[in-house]
């Protein structure tokens, strides 16, 4: 399981990052500046800059993960 880690992080942190461009793309048919009004922001949906972070931090952790594994492989833990 612990070899499983970084890569189920890396996993998470894409699928985070396409669900985000799944729900943000832009539907050339319900474009805010043709219909004229202005497209409401929930300030509890996470903006662009935030699920970049998250993405950078899943990434980050995966690394971290896999380096640990690696270690405790190193010195004969098992894994």
């Known amino acids: 399981m612990a070899q499983d880690l970084p890569f ?12 985000y461009r799944a729900e943000h793309r832009m539907d050339p048919e ?3 500046l043709e ?4 497209k409401e922001e929930d300030p509890f949906e996470p903006g662009p800059g935030q ?7 899943l990434r980050h952790a995966a690394e971290i993960a896999e380096q640990t ?3 405790a492989q190193a ?4 894994g």
């Open 69 to 71: 594994y690696r270690r």
């Open 8 to 19: 189920l992080l890396r996993e998470q942190a894409w699928d985070r990052l396409e669900e």
């Open 75 to 78: 010195d004969g833990e098992p």
């Open 30 to 32: 319900n474009d805010s």
């Open 51 to 57: 699920v970049l972070q998250e993405y950078q931090r």
């Open 35 to 38: 219909s004229g009004a202005p």
